[in-house]
């Protein structure tokens, strides 16, 4: 089995500035893409930044620039450096990986269980 554990969330004023962490661990051969979600109340789940294995990512349109996302594939460990925060980016944030446990086995998508990040002055 694998487990993703968020860390790194917390209250912050917009403009400031958090960096959270997302560490896989378990039964890992090896980890495709992974990536960072948020859902904020009353909202659905949108999908926020992903980057895949050799290093390519992707954004959402309203976290270009300001957001960066990361990955040490040595400690199975994802990041997310958010900049210049916006109140509107509060929201629960979840980290999702695309794991391979086996050789021959198929990838298989787990989550974490979320981090609160909260953007108000």
């Known amino acids: 089995q694998v487990q993703l554990v968020e860390s790194g969330g917390g209250l912050v004023q917009p403009g400031g500035s958090l960096r959270l962490s997302c560490a896989a661990s378990g039964t890992i051969l090896w980890i495709n893409a992974m990536a960072w979600h948020r859902q904020a109340p009353g909202k659905e789940r949108e999908l926020v930044a992903s980057?895949?294995?050799?290093?390519?990512?992707g954004y959402v349109d309203s976290v270009k620039g300001r957001f960066t996302i990361s990955r040490d594939n040595a400690k199975n460990t994802l990041y997310l450096q958010m900049n210049s925060l916006k109140p509107e980016d509060t929201a629960v944030y979840y980290c999702?990986?695309?794991?391979?446990?086996?050789?021959?086995?198929?990838?298989?998508?787990?989550w974490g269980q979320g981090t609160q990040v909260t953007v108000s002055s």
């Open positions: 980057i895949g294995r050799g290093g390519s990512t």
């Open positions: 999702s990986a695309e794991v391979v446990s086996s050789y021959g086995g198929v990838p298989r998508n787990y």
